[in-house]
């Protein structure tokens, strides 16, 4: 990936508040969405790293929106990290650099939206969960992300991608998808289209009870994969939320949900081995309790009540939408081989077939917390 090579991200890096001479750049290849680039400058004989990242608008229709809510975001959190004393605050919340305009972004002559924010330094991420201390530390750091958020002044944040975790409309376009077959691969997919068909009864749960208003609306995170906690190399602690591109109105088992697909199976998201996908109970556990430890006491009994189940949901959520892309013709999630959006619908169905088998054992364990 990455098309930008060094004097093109010099050019970008000239716009933004940077106090140095850009050294080297390497493109960063986690995501599926954006391009991102670590970038090493001398400033001052000193040497620092930013990331410049360019925001896919294609996927985000309104960086301005996006930049706004990280930014109200990112402000909020940092006033309450001041507030409480801690150490290393630029290292437990992303730090937007604006541009020489004081904007947070920079729009290139040909519409090119980049950013740029200070690189933490010292932190390590995971692309699967190797330790239940790590699932652990997952759990803290997403639901103690949803707590800084519980106090957010003003008005609502913008949905940066509107619908983006409505099962049902996730259901209706994976549906239409397969029933349309333009690109003819749903002989390529007969499994897994079934697979997902027979789940349609799950979609509604969540959504009827949030339009009953058993279930509020919260702003989160919505994109709470492991590899989005950065966790620092020495202590092995969770240190700082990043990927805050779809920070918005939300539904917290919707962040949960998606902890539990990506850290409860020992394998990659696009494994090929599907022998080797499974929820690992004590992985369960232990994210589990570290959630509901740091949102105690937010937490409504509805939303406690479904807890086991938005694990099982987010996975054939996001499922549906790996299948979708890959009956579509592959135009939204960047991938690296043929099948490989079919591959990672493999994946999740796989895993929630492991989840639907545990759900009894896991919301007993959740209630027990
Ligand atoms: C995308 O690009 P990345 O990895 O941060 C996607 C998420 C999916 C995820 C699946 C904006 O996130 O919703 O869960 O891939 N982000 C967007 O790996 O669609
Ligand atoms: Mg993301």
Redesign the pocket.
């Known amino acids: 990936m990455g098309s930008y090579d060094l004097s093109q991200i010099n050019e970008v890096s000239l716009a933004f508040q940077i106090y140095g001479d850009l050294r080297q750049v390497e493109p960063c290849k986690?995501?599926?969405?954006?391009e991102t680039y670590i970038a090493t400058y001398n400033q001052g004989g000193s040497v620092v790293r930013y990331v410049h990242q360019k925001i896919n608008t294609e996927?985000f229709r309104d960086p301005a929106g996006v930049m706004d809510n990280i930014g109200r975001v990112t402000r909020h959190q940092r006033a309450r990290l001041e507030k409480s004393g801690v150490e290393d605050v630029t290292r437990r919340v992303l730090t937007v650099v604006p541009t020489r305009d004081g904007e947070s972004f920079h729009r290139t002559p040909a519409g090119a939206c980049w950013r740029t924010f200070v690189f933490v330094e010292n932190v390590r991420t995971y692309e699967s969960v190797t330790s239940p201390a790590l699932a652990h530390e997952a759990g803290r750091a997403f639901g103690e992300f949803q707590r800084s958020l519980s106090d957010l002044p003003g008005k609502r944040l913008v949905e940066t991608?509107p619908n983006?975790h409505n099962s049902r409309r996730r259901f209706d376009a994976f549906a239409a998808a397969a029933d349309g077959d333009k690109y003819n691969r749903a002989k390529s997919a007969v499994a897994e289209v079934k697979f997902a068909g027979a789940r349609e009864k799950i979609v509604d749960t969540i959504l009827k009870a949030m339009a009953k208003r058993q279930i509020p609306e919260r702003a989160t995170h919505n994109?709470t994969?492991f590899n989005?906690v950065m966790l620092d190399s020495t202590t092995g602690k969770a240190m700082c939320v990043v990927?805050l591109?779809?920070v918005m109105p939300g539904c917290a088992l919707y962040d949960f949900g998606?902890m539990v697909r990506t850290t409860t199976s020992p394998t990659l998201?696009d494994e090929l081995d599907l022998s080797k996908v499974h929820a690992r109970m004590p992985l369960f556990r232990a994210l589990c309790r570290g959630y509901l430890e740091a949102t105690e006491g937010m937490l409504t009994r509805h939303e406690r009540a479904l807890i086991a189940f938005s694990g099982q949901l987010l996975t054939l959520t996001?499922g549906l939408?790996f299948l979708t892309d890959y009956l579509s013709g592959d135009t939204?999630?960047r991938v690296h081989r043929p099948f490989h959006n079919l591959e990672r619908a493999r994946t999740q169905f796989r895993l929630v077939e492991s989840l639907e088998k545990q759900a009894e054992a896991m919301q007993k364990f959740a209630d027990s917390v």
């Open positions: 986690i995501g599926h969405i954006n996927v991608i983006f994109d994969k989005n990927d591109d779809t998606d998201e996001i939408r939204y999630f």
